[in-house]
């Protein structure tokens, strides 16, 4: 089966969580199914564009930067542009109009498929004077301000960035684009979805989406740092909302990281019965267990140092035990997430009076060391949105104390205590409760690193999609384009996947195991399906 | 409430406050408590109670996309060479029939004058561009911008024939000082330093004023290329025109090297002077 892997390389607005992600998951995928042909489609957003762009088999398109060259449209073809984007910016800004949101977009799919003159268009003159207009109409959502003449210019460079996707030259019915494929795979939500949005249309392409963390609510978190005016933020939020409704609506099954986006997918119109929460594989699942526990008590704490994770709950709760257990030592490893909040963290201590008990490693360690460094490893977070710092905890076979706010419930369950968020006195007395108990300790550990092994292996992940990927097409009426009869109702298995591949060299065992029945007949009954459906 | 306050108002839309609420460690007990299902439902009453206020405090718009990169080494030789070129102007035209060391004197300083008059147009470019960011700052709507950038262009135009006003006569004094016209001496030092040029050569310079101006503005607000283009275009005219003269094709009354001059940097200027009006009142040239 040929399957598009669409995927973000790197968060757009927030620097901090600036990391590339969803790579490495993404190998893992490819490398776990052999049997299918994946084509990966990659956008990039800011620096690391140079680094991933020169592997072969990659096709990418630059989210940032200088506006991909191209001409204007001619003067006809601009009044059709300016047409469908006002539909496409009435529904980001009156709440009446939200259902054009879809059609608008299509229609400028359309317009760039035809000519890719999309991003010129969008960072003309005329655009702008569209987006003002309408934006200044009645009825408009302005709760706090009109936008301005540099809102209008702002608003106008960022929807150019994020419609980018719908003039890549991706899409086509012959091999290697969009039309070609018989299923897409969207790892993480936003734009990289734009281009599934328009093969479903275009070719009824059905799609998968994969979140990890998700990406709207880290849009919501992003934009409430970014320098912009609120007129802007609303528009672009308005943006990502419906796009990520509309992606919700269309996708045939989503797949969210954890219980806790599942919460959310469905809050955004995601219906229940199409998501099915598939947990992330973590390689680190093979990692043994840590050695034998430090002599001293100590806790570990990891995280970036910034307001979210907390760090002064942990100084606070940390004083309170050593009240009580004056041997006790504090870890505390991670990065700075504010400029000068290492410092901030460090006065707490001394203030404190447990300046000398609790140290700040500079240098980052691996996780195994970071945990097997500790007695009891803990969480202060006041929000903790993906598992995999959990886990990666929990792999390492320590006890675990955590704060009961985001995936904690569901990822740590039973095998460790869940205590309120910012509540140093419950932090400190769970922490003493471990502390003062070796066998517990050992209990908890051992079947917090169990569950953690069997929750977030990599097979699972794989044998899941396989799973998914073979239920999807049989269920999904295949290429509808094939039928273009106005009223022809679409039938399943009218052209196989096979079809696709029949008149390669060699069909591969890829092929005789992605389906039942093997061998000439087969081909040459799909071969003769496939014509039949041609036949108008 | 008062805790989200901020968050609140300047939220727009309820899911922004569940994202805020969830991130500050309320969970879904924390919402309980305020009778209510989940953290969304709270958001959503918190969404509704509180009134957005708009948020001035440090909403500054960010610069461009525009990559900042330096000129490349072409756009600097042909910016240079343009420069040259309208410059010299007078004084190619004043090759061929009329020679003659005379001759060539009100020219060379002219180009004297000209070229001492280049850096002003620039000064008054970036104060264009200055003005025009100014009032994007400030302005509500593309149509207000362009009414408060009206006057901007004339401003600095006329400013920039002023210095060149200026710079031309200073040159000419000294000319006159240096090198007295034959001739009966009629009043005064400014009225002989005017009458070293005559009229023609008066507009032609003007011509070059503007011709430079507009293409310092081009330069200055973004449309690269085609401040150097205009300088060229002049200085080819120019040659084109002295090639013509040579070889008979014009009238007489052309033939002399002010009316040259004149009519190929008024040329140019009547495209490159339009063409910078168009792109000062485009918001987008000023980011």
């Not at chain 1, 204007?72 to 601009?78: D, E, I, L, Q, T």
């Not at chain 2, 919402?31 to 959503?44: K, M, N, P």
């Not at chain 2, 909403?59 to 330096?70: E, L, N, V």
Request: charged residues 20%; hydrophobic residues 50%.
């Amino acid at each position: 089966m040929r399957i598009a892997l669409l995927t973000e390389g790197v968060h757009s607005v927030p620097q901090r969580f600036g990391a590339v992600r969803g790579t490495g998951w993404c190998d893992r995928l490819v490398e776990g199914l052999p049997e299918h042909e994946f084509e990966r489609y990659l956008l990039l957003a800011g620096s690391a564009a140079p680094a991933a762009a020169d592997r072969p088999g990659l096709r990418t398109l630059a989210l940032r930067g200088p506006r991909p060259a191209g001409r204007r449209p001619g003067a006809v073809r601009r009044r059709h542009y300016a047409r469908a984007y006002e539909q496409l910016v009435r529904a980001l800004v009156l709440p009446r109009e939200r259902g054009g949101f879809a059609p608008g977009l299509h229609r400028l799919a359309a317009l760039a498929r035809e000519d890719g003159a999309l991003p010129a268009f969008l960072a003309s003159g005329h655009a702008h004077a569209v987006l003002e207009r309408v934006w200044r109409s009645p009825g408009a959502e302005t709760a706090a301000g009109q936008p301005l003449v540099r809102d209008v210019l702002v608003a106008g460079d960022l929807l150019e960035q994020c419609l980018r996707p719908l003039a890549a030259d991706w899409y086509g019915e012959e091999p290697g684009g969009l039309g070609a494929v018989d299923l897409c795979h969207v790892v993480g939500g936003g734009p990289a979805a734009l281009p599934a949005l328009v093969a479903k249309e275009r070719y009824g392409v059905p799609f998968v989406l994969t979140e990890h963390g998700l990406h709207l609510r880290e849009q919501y978190l992003g934009y409430r740092q970014a320098p912009y005016r609120w007129p802007v933020r609303a528009l672009l939020l308005s943006f990502f909302r419906l796009l990520t409704a509309e992606t919700y609506r269309q996708a045939a099954l989503l797949t969210p990281g954890s219980g806790y986006d599942r919460e959310w997918q469905l809050r955004c119109g995601a219906r229940p019965e199409r998501v099915r929460v598939v947990y992330q594989g973590l390689p680190a699942v093979a990692r043994p267990a840590a050695g034998p526990e430090p002599e001293r008590p100590t806790l570990v704490w990891a995280g970036r140092l910034e307001p979210a994770a907390d760090p002064e709950l942990m100084l606070h709760a940390f004083a309170r035990i050593r009240a009580d257990l004056p041997a006790a030592r504090l870890v505390m490893h991670g990065p700075e997430g504010l400029p000068g909040y290492r410092a901030h963290c460090l006065a707490v201590a001394a203030r404190l009076g447990v300046a000398e008990q609790v140290e700040f490693p500079q240098r980052p360690l691996p996780a195994a060391e970071v945990w097997g460094g500790g007695t009891v490893a803990v969480f202060s977070a006041r929000s903790l949105s993906r598992p995999r710092p959990l886990a990666d905890a929990m792999l390492s076979g320590r006890a675990l104390v955590a704060t009961d706010v985001g995936v904690a419930r569901e990822v740590v369950g039973p095998t460790g205590l869940l205590v309120p968020p910012c509540d140093p006195a419950a932090l400190a007395v769970a922490c003493l409760a471990l502390l003062g108990d070796e066998e517990r300790r050992a209990r908890l550990g051992l079947s917090g690193r169990l569950r953690a092994q069997e929750r977030f292996a990599v097979e699972p992940v794989t044998a899941a999609f396989r799973e998914i990927y073979l239920e999807l097409v049989s269920q999904w009426p295949a290429f509808p384009a094939a039928e273009r009869r106005p009223g022809a109702v679409p039938r399943p298995f009218t052209r196989p996947a096979e079809y696709w591949v029949a008149g390669e060299e060699e069909p591969g065992p890829a092929i005789a195991g992605a389906a039942p029945g093997t061998g000439e007949s087969a081909l040459v009954a799909a071969e003769g399906t496939a014509a039949m459906a041609r036949v108008p | 409430m008062a805790a989200h306050r901020e968050l609140c108002e300047r939220a727009t839309h309820p899911l922004e406050i569940a994202a805020g609420l969830e991130e500050a460690g309320v969970a879904a007990a924390t919402a309980g408590r305020y009778r209510h299902a989940d953290v969304f439902a709270l958001a959503e009453e918190l969404f509704a109670r509180v009134p957005r206020r708009p948020d001035e405090s440090g909403a500054t718009a960010p610069g461009g996309q525009r990559a900042p990169a330096g000129p490349g080494r072409r756009y600097r030789a042909g910016r240079l060479l343009g420069l040259l070129g309208v410059v010299l102007l007078p004084l190619v035209t004043v090759l061929g029939p009329a020679g003659g060391p005379g001759a060539v004197r009100v020219p060379a300083a002219l180009a004297v004058a000209a070229w001492a008059a280049a850096a002003p147009a620039d000064w008054s470019a970036r104060w264009v561009r200055h003005a025009g960011q100014a009032q994007l700052r400030s302005a509500a709507t593309v149509a207000e911008f362009r009414a408060r950038m009206r006057p901007v262009l004339p401003v600095a135009l006329g400013l920039q024939l002023a210095v060149l006003a200026a710079t031309s006569f200073a040159a000419l004094a000294v000319l006159t000082a240096l090198a007295p016209r034959p001739g009966p001496a009629t009043g005064g030092l400014l009225q002989a330093a005017v009458q070293q040029a005559c009229p023609a050569q008066w507009a032609g310079q003007a011509a070059v004023g503007l011709l430079l101006a507009g293409a310092a503005v081009l330069r200055r607000c973004g449309a690269r290329p085609a401040g150097p283009l205009g300088l060229l275009g002049a200085a080819g005219l120019g040659a084109l025109l002295v090639g013509l003269r040579a070889l008979g094709g014009l009238p007489a009354w052309l033939a002399g090297p002010g009316p040259l001059t004149a009519l190929a940097a008024a040329l140019a200027a009547a495209v490159v002077l339009p063409y910078s009006w168009l792109v000062v009142s485009e918001p987008v040239a000023h980011r």
